[in-house]
């Protein structure tokens, strides 16, 4: 058995080893499908395409270098379950596995102090972290990348994913699931693609080799061709992600804002950009309306605003009239509206942003007035009801 001191693990360490705890964790099922992952050692990709894949906008792939670890809890109690992978042999690389998951965040109901600790992916994405509810089943996804480098080695490497219970801090217990990964020299494409006769010349030449490890010169050869060949393709293959608000890079969004002609602010959160510009073409139907504003600033704020195109008259004398009620002095010019946000934090709010947002959406004719107040309890109840 791998011992916990070989963890991979860079920016944040798995926990330290115990030698004494327990290797099942009570209450906590895992499997890990399938068992055996396969990588072909190619160039390392230096355009943007690579970055797509293992986001955490969408699943993992399925492909031959992806496993799937499932978690169900059976305990009654909310448990912090970490997740790393280990593995004793030479040459192995803790660089090699990368984890992804879709993340949520749960209520503050469930886990106290422990949901600020929930669902951390390492920066190196080599450790993870997972909060599991009672009874909840969690996935996620275990994916290789190794590249030929001159000093990564073809083989096969066993390897251990390490599970650890820091529900109350230190490791309590442990589980392991076993796995293998083979790195292969992959073959030519072209070579595949010529005519018998040049397969028969290299199976003689194979059929020479003393070793049988060493590949003929000719397909080595062509791999030169291959290399070239593929970048592309996989670009290729990555075009539908480049066009997907949810799913492109983070590089990619004033690019991809460009097309429907939307200038984003880098001063919103990632998130809130990827919302505004998947509803961009919807928002441009009812840009100058109320229902157009609204969703605009719930997008960036997360609360529904409250605009009042009569905000109030001045003053009138009447038979109802009575001070300090409906007697305002002065008057309301045309076309004024007051946009009113309830907020539970008004001094973290970006007025500056508001402004734009709805400078943005207003009609140009108009003038606004904005206020943003505490959201109470009360508030909270209403918008729900």
């Known amino acids: 058995m791998v011992e916990t001191e070989q963890h991979a693990a860079e920016d944040q360490p798995a926990p330290a080893p115990v030698r004494d705890i327990p290797r099942t964790i009570a209450g906590l099922s ?13 160039p390392a990709m230096a355009d943007g395409a690579t970055r797509i894949v293992g986001t955490r906008h969408y699943p993992a792939d399925s492909s031959s270098n992806t496993l ?19 593995c004793a042999l030479p040459g192995w690389n803790p660089r090699w596995p990368r984890w992804s998951l879709i993340p949520r965040r749960t209520p503050q109901l469930w886990g106290g102090e422990a949901v600020d600790a929930q669902d951390v992916l390492t920066e190196n994405r080599t450790a993870l972290t997972l909060l599991l509810l009672p009874g909840e089943t969690r ?11 001159g000093e990564t080695p073809s083989g096969h490497f066993f390897f ?16 392991f ?35 049988g490890e060493l590949q003929p010169f000719f397909p ?32 990619f969004l004033p690019w991809l804002a460009s097309w429907v002609g939307l200038a ?27 229902r157009g504003l609204t969703r605009a ?70 003038r606004y007035a904005l206020r943003i107040v505490q959201r109470t309890v009360l508030d909270a109840e209403r918008s729900n009801a």
């Open 30 to 42: 895992a499997e890990l499908r399938p068992d055996v992952a396969a990588v072909d050692l190619l």
């Open 68 to 86: 799937v670890l499932t978690l169900h809890s059976q305990s009654e109690e909310v448990r912090l379950v970490r997740l790393w992978v280990e």
């Open 139 to 149: 996935e996620a996804w275990l994916r290789f990348e190794a590249t030929l480098d």
């Open 160 to 175: 251990v994913v390490a599970l650890a219970d820091i529900t109350d801090g230190p490791v309590s217990a442990m589980a």
């Open 177 to 211: 699931r076993n796995g293998t990964l083979t790195l292969n020299h992959p073959h030519s494409r072209f070579f595949q693609a010529l005519p018998s006769i040049f397969h028969e010349a290299v199976d003689g030449e194979r059929a020479r080799e003393a070793t």
């Open 220 to 251: 080595r050869f062509l791999r030169g061709f291959d290399d070239c060949w593929e970048p592309l393709q996989a670009l290729i293959r990555a075009l539908p992600h480049l066009f997907a608000p949810y799913e492109t890079p983070g590089d």
């Open 264 to 290: 984003l602010d880098d001063n919103w959160p990632e998130m809130r950009r990827r919302r505004l510009l998947a509803e961009a073409v919807p928002l441009y139907r009812w840009r100058g309306t109320r």
């Open 297 to 366: 600033l719930q997008i960036y704020t997360g609360f529904t605003p409250d605009i009042t195109d009569h905000p109030f008259a001045g003053m009138r004398l009447g038979p109802n009239t009575l001070l300090g009620r409906d007697t305002l002095l002065g008057d309301v010019a045309p076309h004024t509206f007051v946009v009113t946000l309830a907020v539970p934090n008004p001094t973290a709010v970006n007025r500056q942003i508001i402004r734009a947002v709805i400078d943005s959406q207003k009609p140009a004719h108009t």
